[in-house]
Protein backbone atom coordinates (compact mmCIF):
# COMPACT_ATOMS: atom_id res chain seq x y z
CA UNK A 1 0.00 0.00 0.00
CA UNK A 2 3.01 2.49 0.99
CA UNK A 3 4.85 1.60 -2.96
CA UNK A 4 1.64 3.33 -4.68
CA UNK A 5 1.76 6.59 -2.94
CA UNK A 6 5.34 7.10 -3.37
CA UNK A 7 5.27 5.74 -6.85
CA UNK A 8 2.14 8.72 -7.70
CA UNK A 9 4.68 11.47 -5.88
CA UNK A 10 7.59 10.42 -8.15
CA UNK A 11 5.61 10.35 -11.08
CA UNK A 12 4.55 13.66 -9.74
CA UNK A 13 7.96 15.02 -9.66
CA UNK A 14 9.18 14.06 -12.53
CA UNK A 15 6.38 15.61 -14.69
CA UNK A 16 7.00 18.99 -12.62
CA UNK A 17 10.53 18.17 -13.40
CA UNK A 18 9.91 17.52 -17.72
CA UNK A 19 7.49 20.65 -17.42
CA UNK A 20 10.14 22.85 -15.62
CA UNK A 21 13.15 21.65 -18.20
CA UNK A 22 12.37 23.22 -21.71
CA UNK A 23 12.69 27.06 -22.01
CA UNK A 24 11.71 29.02 -25.35
CA UNK A 25 14.37 31.25 -26.68
CA UNK A 26 12.25 34.06 -28.65
CA UNK A 27 13.73 35.78 -31.74
CA UNK A 28 13.92 39.17 -29.74
CA UNK A 29 16.51 38.22 -26.91
CA UNK A 30 19.66 36.08 -25.86
CA UNK A 31 19.30 33.35 -23.52
CA UNK A 32 22.30 32.36 -21.36
CA UNK A 33 21.93 29.18 -19.29
CA UNK A 34 23.71 29.47 -16.12
CA UNK A 35 24.45 26.79 -13.05
CA UNK A 36 24.82 28.14 -9.68
CA UNK A 37 25.36 31.55 -10.65
CA UNK A 38 28.34 30.37 -13.04
CA UNK A 39 27.02 30.71 -17.04
CA UNK A 40 27.26 26.91 -18.67
CA UNK A 41 25.37 27.62 -22.11
CA UNK A 42 24.90 30.78 -24.43
CA UNK A 43 21.39 31.13 -27.23
CA UNK A 44 21.99 32.88 -29.28
CA UNK A 45 19.37 31.53 -31.76
CA UNK A 46 15.53 31.14 -31.32
CA UNK A 47 14.01 27.98 -30.31
CA UNK A 48 13.14 25.33 -28.13
CA UNK A 49 15.80 24.77 -24.85
CA UNK A 50 16.33 22.50 -22.32
CA UNK A 51 18.00 22.99 -18.85
CA UNK A 52 18.09 21.02 -15.37
CA UNK A 53 15.62 22.54 -13.51
CA UNK A 54 15.99 24.01 -10.04
CA UNK A 55 19.37 23.59 -10.74
CA UNK A 56 20.17 25.79 -13.70
CA UNK A 57 18.67 29.22 -14.35
CA UNK A 58 18.27 31.50 -17.64
CA UNK A 59 18.85 34.85 -18.10
CA UNK A 60 17.40 36.30 -20.98
CA UNK A 61 18.94 39.26 -23.03
CA UNK A 62 17.21 42.07 -24.75
CA UNK A 63 18.63 41.21 -28.63
CA UNK A 64 16.94 44.27 -30.52
CA UNK A 65 18.32 47.70 -31.01
CA UNK A 66 18.23 49.79 -28.45
CA UNK A 67 18.21 53.51 -27.65
CA UNK A 68 20.31 55.66 -25.08
CA UNK A 69 19.91 59.16 -24.74
CA UNK A 70 22.59 60.89 -22.66
CA UNK A 71 21.37 63.79 -21.01
CA UNK A 72 22.39 66.89 -22.27
CA UNK A 73 26.34 68.19 -21.07
CA UNK A 74 28.30 71.30 -21.13
CA UNK A 75 31.51 71.37 -22.69
CA UNK A 76 34.38 73.56 -23.95
CA UNK A 77 35.71 74.00 -27.06
CA UNK A 78 39.67 74.72 -27.65
CA UNK A 79 39.13 78.58 -28.34
CA UNK A 80 37.17 78.59 -24.46
CA UNK A 81 33.45 78.34 -25.33
CA UNK A 82 30.47 76.97 -23.35
CA UNK A 83 28.97 74.61 -25.63
CA UNK A 84 25.55 72.17 -24.68
CA UNK A 85 25.79 68.48 -26.53
CA UNK A 86 22.67 66.44 -26.54
CA UNK A 87 23.29 63.01 -28.16
CA UNK A 88 21.41 59.86 -28.60
CA UNK A 89 23.23 56.54 -29.54
CA UNK A 90 21.65 53.27 -30.80
CA UNK A 91 23.34 49.59 -29.96
CA UNK A 92 22.68 45.99 -29.14
CA UNK A 93 23.90 43.16 -27.03
CA UNK A 94 27.33 41.21 -29.41
CA UNK A 95 28.74 39.30 -27.16
CA UNK A 96 26.01 38.12 -24.61
CA UNK A 97 28.48 36.36 -22.10
CA UNK A 98 30.91 39.41 -21.93
CA UNK A 99 27.63 41.89 -21.26
CA UNK A 100 26.36 39.68 -18.60
CA UNK A 101 29.93 39.54 -16.78
CA UNK A 102 30.53 43.19 -17.18
CA UNK A 103 27.36 44.54 -17.63
CA UNK A 104 24.58 42.27 -16.41
CA UNK A 105 21.59 44.62 -17.35
CA UNK A 106 20.37 47.19 -19.18
CA UNK A 107 20.73 50.31 -17.15
CA UNK A 108 24.12 49.58 -16.11
CA UNK A 109 25.08 49.36 -19.97
CA UNK A 110 23.29 52.88 -21.10
CA UNK A 111 25.08 54.55 -17.58
CA UNK A 112 28.66 53.35 -19.00
CA UNK A 113 28.17 54.02 -22.98
CA UNK A 114 26.61 57.23 -21.78
CA UNK A 115 30.17 57.56 -19.58
CA UNK A 116 31.87 56.78 -22.43
CA UNK A 117 30.31 58.63 -25.15
CA UNK A 118 30.30 61.82 -22.79
CA UNK A 119 34.45 61.46 -22.02
CA UNK A 120 35.23 60.98 -25.64
CA UNK A 121 33.02 63.77 -26.95
CA UNK A 122 34.04 66.45 -24.40
CA UNK A 123 37.93 65.13 -25.70
CA UNK A 124 36.73 66.14 -28.97
CA UNK A 125 35.11 69.00 -28.82
CA UNK A 126 37.74 70.25 -26.51
CA UNK A 127 40.08 69.73 -29.05
CA UNK A 128 38.22 72.10 -32.10
CA UNK A 129 37.51 75.59 -32.39
CA UNK A 130 34.15 76.68 -31.60
CA UNK A 131 33.88 78.15 -35.67
CA UNK A 132 34.55 74.70 -36.67
CA UNK A 133 32.14 73.28 -35.24
CA UNK A 134 29.16 75.61 -36.15
CA UNK A 135 30.16 77.70 -39.53
CA UNK A 136 28.27 78.51 -42.72
CA UNK A 137 31.22 78.01 -44.32
CA UNK A 138 31.41 74.26 -45.21
CA UNK A 139 35.19 74.25 -45.86
CA UNK A 140 34.90 75.00 -42.17
CA UNK A 141 33.03 72.51 -40.82
CA UNK A 142 34.23 69.93 -39.41
CA UNK A 143 31.62 68.75 -37.15
CA UNK A 144 30.90 65.57 -39.01
CA UNK A 145 34.45 64.45 -38.71
CA UNK A 146 34.49 64.98 -34.77
CA UNK A 147 31.47 62.98 -34.72
CA UNK A 148 33.21 60.18 -36.70
CA UNK A 149 35.76 60.15 -34.29
CA UNK A 150 34.61 59.82 -31.45
CA UNK A 151 31.74 57.06 -32.74
CA UNK A 152 34.65 55.24 -33.98
CA UNK A 153 36.19 55.22 -30.68
CA UNK A 154 33.13 54.86 -28.52
CA UNK A 155 32.32 51.62 -30.86
CA UNK A 156 35.48 50.08 -30.03
CA UNK A 157 35.62 50.49 -26.21
CA UNK A 158 32.12 48.99 -25.89
CA UNK A 159 32.90 46.08 -27.87
CA UNK A 160 36.12 45.16 -26.17
CA UNK A 161 35.10 46.22 -22.69
CA UNK A 162 31.14 45.51 -22.60
CA UNK A 163 30.30 42.80 -25.89
CA UNK A 164 28.17 45.67 -26.77
CA UNK A 165 28.04 46.62 -30.65
CA UNK A 166 27.18 50.57 -31.57
CA UNK A 167 25.37 50.95 -34.28
CA UNK A 168 25.34 54.55 -33.79
CA UNK A 169 26.15 57.95 -32.25
CA UNK A 170 24.77 61.19 -33.52
CA UNK A 171 24.45 64.38 -31.84
CA UNK A 172 20.93 65.70 -31.74
CA UNK A 173 21.79 69.18 -30.78
CA UNK A 174 24.22 71.45 -30.33
CA UNK A 175 23.43 75.10 -28.51
CA UNK A 176 25.02 77.31 -26.15
CA UNK A 177 24.50 77.17 -21.91
CA UNK A 178 21.12 78.92 -21.40
CA UNK A 179 22.80 82.06 -19.05
CA UNK A 180 24.76 82.51 -22.66
CA UNK A 181 22.52 82.97 -25.06
CA UNK A 182 21.17 86.12 -25.07
CA UNK A 183 25.12 87.59 -25.60
CA UNK A 184 25.67 84.91 -28.44
CA UNK A 185 22.60 86.13 -30.35
CA UNK A 186 23.15 89.81 -29.64
CA UNK A 187 27.20 89.43 -31.57
CA UNK A 188 25.27 86.79 -34.21
CA UNK A 189 23.04 89.69 -34.81
CA UNK A 190 25.42 92.19 -34.45
CA UNK A 191 27.94 90.58 -37.13
CA UNK A 192 24.48 89.83 -39.29
CA UNK A 193 23.91 93.69 -39.65
CA UNK A 194 27.82 94.36 -40.13
CA UNK A 195 27.44 92.31 -43.09
CA UNK A 196 24.18 93.35 -43.91
CA UNK A 197 25.53 96.51 -44.12
CA UNK A 198 28.40 95.73 -45.95
CA UNK A 199 26.30 94.16 -48.74
CA UNK A 200 24.49 97.66 -48.61
CA UNK A 201 27.24 100.04 -48.95
CA UNK A 202 28.38 97.85 -52.13
CA UNK A 203 25.43 97.70 -53.78
CA UNK A 204 25.04 102.01 -53.22
CA UNK A 205 28.60 102.15 -54.91
CA UNK A 206 27.97 99.72 -57.38
CA UNK A 207 24.44 101.28 -57.89
CA UNK A 208 26.30 104.94 -58.19
CA UNK A 209 29.19 103.79 -60.74
CA UNK A 210 26.44 102.15 -63.12
CA UNK A 211 24.23 105.56 -62.77
CA UNK A 212 27.92 107.72 -63.64
CA UNK A 213 28.71 104.64 -66.14
CA UNK A 214 24.76 105.76 -67.44
CA UNK A 215 24.94 109.46 -67.40
CA UNK A 216 28.31 109.60 -69.24
CA UNK A 217 27.13 107.56 -72.04
CA UNK A 218 23.69 109.39 -72.47
CA UNK A 219 25.87 112.49 -72.81
CA UNK A 220 27.66 111.40 -75.53
CA UNK A 221 24.59 109.77 -77.21
CA UNK A 222 23.06 113.17 -76.49
CA UNK A 223 25.93 115.56 -77.69
CA UNK A 224 26.17 113.30 -80.67
CA UNK A 225 22.56 113.52 -81.65
CA UNK A 226 23.20 117.55 -81.26
CA UNK A 227 25.92 117.47 -83.35
CA UNK A 228 24.00 115.50 -86.25
CA UNK A 229 20.84 117.98 -85.53
CA UNK A 230 23.03 121.42 -85.91
CA UNK A 231 24.71 119.69 -89.29
CA UNK A 232 21.28 118.70 -90.20
CA UNK A 233 19.96 122.08 -89.58
CA UNK A 234 22.68 123.92 -91.19
CA UNK A 235 22.56 121.73 -94.31
CA UNK A 236 18.63 122.42 -94.53
CA UNK A 237 19.38 126.59 -93.62
CA UNK A 238 21.46 126.68 -96.23
CA UNK A 239 19.42 124.24 -98.57
CA UNK A 240 16.89 126.91 -97.75
CA UNK A 241 18.22 129.94 -98.28
CA UNK A 242 20.04 128.59 -101.43
CA UNK A 243 16.20 128.23 -102.42
CA UNK A 244 15.29 131.68 -100.99
CA UNK A 245 18.02 133.07 -102.72
CA UNK A 246 17.02 131.73 -106.05
CA UNK A 247 13.45 132.67 -105.93
CA UNK A 248 14.47 136.37 -105.30
CA UNK A 249 16.71 136.20 -108.17
CA UNK A 250 14.52 135.17 -110.71
CA UNK A 251 11.40 137.62 -109.78
CA UNK A 252 12.95 140.24 -106.89
CA UNK A 253 9.99 142.57 -107.13
CA UNK A 254 7.30 139.77 -107.13
CA UNK A 255 9.70 138.69 -103.81
CA UNK A 256 9.39 142.09 -102.32
CA UNK A 257 5.52 141.99 -102.88
CA UNK A 258 5.02 138.89 -101.17
CA UNK A 259 7.19 139.67 -98.01
CA UNK A 260 5.15 143.03 -97.84
CA UNK A 261 2.22 140.83 -97.46
CA UNK A 262 3.43 138.83 -95.57
CA UNK A 263 4.39 141.88 -92.74
CA UNK A 264 0.74 142.97 -93.70
CA UNK A 265 -0.81 139.94 -92.90
CA UNK A 266 1.36 139.68 -89.31
CA UNK A 267 0.42 143.00 -88.02
CA UNK A 268 -3.29 143.56 -89.38
CA UNK A 269 -6.12 141.41 -88.25
CA UNK A 270 -10.05 140.99 -89.12
CA UNK A 271 -10.82 143.63 -86.83
CA UNK A 272 -8.51 146.12 -88.26
CA UNK A 273 -9.52 149.53 -90.26
CA UNK A 274 -7.14 150.65 -92.69
CA UNK A 275 -7.55 153.97 -93.99
CA UNK A 276 -5.04 154.79 -97.40
CA UNK A 277 -4.13 157.31 -99.25
CA UNK A 278 -4.00 156.60 -103.23
CA UNK A 279 -0.50 156.83 -103.49
CA UNK A 280 -0.18 154.50 -100.68
CA UNK A 281 2.71 151.59 -102.37
CA UNK A 282 -0.19 149.58 -100.62
CA UNK A 283 -3.26 150.89 -102.48
CA UNK A 284 -1.61 150.79 -105.76
CA UNK A 285 -0.46 147.40 -105.22
CA UNK A 286 -4.01 146.04 -104.38
CA UNK A 287 -5.14 148.02 -107.61
CA UNK A 288 -2.63 147.41 -109.90
CA UNK A 289 -0.83 143.97 -108.58
CA UNK A 290 2.45 142.99 -107.55
CA UNK A 291 4.83 144.75 -109.55
CA UNK A 292 5.79 142.44 -112.95
CA UNK A 293 2.42 141.05 -113.32
CA UNK A 294 -0.72 143.19 -115.72
CA UNK A 295 -3.28 144.69 -113.62
CA UNK A 296 -6.85 142.94 -114.89
CA UNK A 297 -8.58 143.97 -117.78
CA UNK A 298 -12.20 144.66 -118.10
CA UNK A 299 -14.53 143.23 -120.26
CA UNK A 300 -13.85 145.99 -122.80
CA UNK A 301 -10.61 146.21 -123.06
CA UNK A 302 -9.17 149.00 -120.60
CA UNK A 303 -7.38 148.14 -117.69
CA UNK A 304 -8.58 148.73 -114.64
CA UNK A 305 -7.40 151.04 -112.26
Do not use: H
Not at 63 to 87: F, G
Not at 246 to 251: Q, R
Not at 269 to 275: A, E, F, S
Amino acid sequence: MTTRPMLLAAALAMSALALLSPFVVDTTEYAIVTRFGRPIRTCTTPGLRFRVPLIDQVVRLDARVLLTEPPATEYLTLDKKNIVARSFLTWRVADPLRFLQTMVVRDTAEARLAAVSASELGAALGSAPFDTLVSPDPERMRLDGVVGDVEERVRTTAAREFGIELVALRLERLSFPQQNEASVYQRMRAERQRIAKQFRSEGEERALEIRADADLKRARILSEAERKASEIRGTAEAEAARIYADAVGTNPDFYRFVRTLEAYEKIIDKDTTLVLPADSPLMTSLVTGPPGIAAPVSANGAQAR
